[in-house]
């Protein structure tokens, strides 16, 4: 994978920019904060019948919304623009500022070098023993007809894959457990802090903040579990523990003991929640669309001869991968993100100034009208390769694009398919009767409280 670093063509002089216009809908006082608040995906979904770059009034705080393609695009690839911005923020009280996900400058440019081998094209298959043990061990834990809870199935699958492929990580069952308990809470309470951002409130001793408190402090406990345990091992695999353990910096010195803990924190706790919300949104698609679900299992049949789906069978998978592409179209795990401009730039013909907060979201952009035929059907097959090149540039880009591109996109997709092969192979899905699909929106989005019955074929 290369980390894509290219300059948008500067078409308009800079006399000829335009203040974005101010989107409608804006209250005195709280602006268009109370409709973030109260239906974000609506809310964002609806911007760009106001422009293409909006602004919106977050109570005294002005922020840039972007609703095209093709300026979502230009954002990612223009140097003008850092991560930083509300969800930066949140994120760092988690992740730590010293981690990939969070750094900028020199800093993350040397730390995408050591965790991009990890994650090459030609590194997926040597994780190809373990993804297809785990994805079959997942269908053997199942008892037809008995619900299964598709949170904590979802979690502890993401995570004991994430952690057994790049930390080497064994007997992660209870760890995925915690991981999947304290991350919940502590996304929510991220969430909550960034839509209303009280301040000081959040430190008073109510019993959310308390356990929103205590998520935090299991989950940098867990990672320091992890690194002390390697450490005492005194083994070193060739995996990306090792390489965050022996990476240098600039002046070859030994990276510090913040920065290599907040480097696991940022690569397993997105690598978790990410897929263990795609895996849910899958799983709930597969319940939704019984067709597609069938045509799933008729073609891993046909390509695996009835044998258990193995790595190499993936690439074949077209199908499979078309249900995964829709189902990340339609529920985008990451809804939404952030930048922060770093000088007076411009973005299209929009003019914007150094220090604005801009912000996107991949869920209003995969779902516009615009860009896609029957915009809100569930159809696999537009991702066929004579339907494909009707999508427009930048139109779905979930795992997004430039310096910040999810290093782990061929990992993800190779999880997933076998994850959605090995279980459609064995079982249909329906609902449980206490099921909950509704949408909860955090910072990622998840369904509420999935919980399905495996049926046999
Ligand atoms: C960054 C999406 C899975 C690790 C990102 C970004 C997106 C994304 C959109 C860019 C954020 C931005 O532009 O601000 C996804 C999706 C996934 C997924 C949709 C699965 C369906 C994973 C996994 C891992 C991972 C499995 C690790 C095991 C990271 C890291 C970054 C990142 C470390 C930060 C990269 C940087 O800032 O240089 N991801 N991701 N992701 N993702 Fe993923």
Redesign the pocket.
């Known amino acids: 994978m290369t980390?894509e670093s290219v300059q948008p063509e500067a078409s308009v002089a800079p006399t000829e920019l335009r203040e974005p216009p101010l989107a409608g809908g804006a209250v005195p006082v709280f602006g268009h904060g109370l409709q973030l608040v109260r239906d974000p995906l609506d809310f964002m979904s609806s911007l760009r019948a106001h422009g293409d770059i909006v602004r919106l009034r977050l109570g005294p705080k002005t922020v840039y919304a972007v609703t095209t393609p093709e300026l979502t695009g230009a954002l990612?690839l223009s140097p003008d623009f850092k991560?930083d911005g509300p969800?930066?923020e949140s994120l760092v009280g988690l992740l730590g500022e010293e981690?990939?996900?969070?750094?900028n400058g020199p800093r993350?440019r040397r730390?995408?070098r050591t965790?991009q081998p990890a994650?090459r094209m030609d590194a997926i298959p040597g994780y190809g023993p373990i993804m297809e043990e785990e994805a079959h061990a997942l269908t053997e834990r199942w008892r037809p007809g008995a619900p299964i809870d598709c949170t904590s199935e979802s979690f502890r699958v993401?995570v004991r894959?994430?952690a057994r492929?790049?930390l080497r990580g064994e007997f992660m069952d209870e760890r995925a457990e915690r991981l999947s308990t304290d991350l919940a809470t502590v996304f929510r309470g991220m969430y909550r802090r960034m839509v209303v951002p009280l301040g000081p409130l959040y430190k008073l001793p109510f019993p959310a903040n308390r356990e929103f408190n205590r998520a935090l402090a299991d989950l940098h406990l867990l990672v320091d579990e992890i690194v002390a345990e390697r450490r005492a091992s005194g083994q070193k695999p060739d995996d990306?523990l090792t390489a965050l353990l022996e990476a240098k910096d600039d002046n070859g010195d030994p990276i510090g003991e913040q920065e290599i803990h907040d480097q696991v924190v940022?690569?397993?706790t997105?690598?978790?929640?990410?897929?263990a919300?795609?895996i849910m949104w899958l799983l709930q698609a597969l319940a939704e669309h019984p067709e597609h679900a069938e045509k799933v299992r008729a073609e891993v049949e046909s390509v695996t001869g009835g044998r258990p789906v193995g790595f190499e069978h993936v690439r074949s998978l077209r199908h499979t991968n078309n249900v995964i592409l829709e189902a990340?179209r339609l529920r985008?795990?990451?809804w939404i993100?952030?930048?922060r401009a770093t000088a007076d730039t411009a973005l299209g013909e929009y003019r914007i100034p150094a220090g604005a907060d801009i912000i996107y979201s991949?869920y209003a952009i995969q779902r516009d009208a615009r860009s896609y035929d029957r915009h809100l059907d569930f159809d696999p097959d537009r991702w066929l390769p004579e339907r494909a090149g009707e999508v427009p540039k930048y139109a779905m880009?979930?795992?997004?694009?430039?310096?910040?591109?999810?290093?782990?996109?061929h990992?993800?997709?190779a999880?997933?398919s076998l994850i959605t092969a090995a279980i459609t192979a064995k079982y249909r899905f329906e609902p449980a009767e206490d099921c909950d699909d509704s949408v909860r929106v955090g910072i990622t989005l998840r369904p509420d409280n999935l919980r399905l019955r495996p049926l046999p074929w």
């Open positions: 980390v990612a991560i969800v930066w981690g990939v996900a969070t750094a993350h730390q995408r965790i994650f993401a894959m994430a492929c790049l990306l940022a690569i397993i997105p690598g978790a929640e990410t897929i919300s795609t990340i985008p795990a990451v993100l952030t930048r991949p880009s979930p795992f997004s694009v430039g310096n910040r591109k999810c290093p782990s996109d990992f993800s997709m999880q997933l």
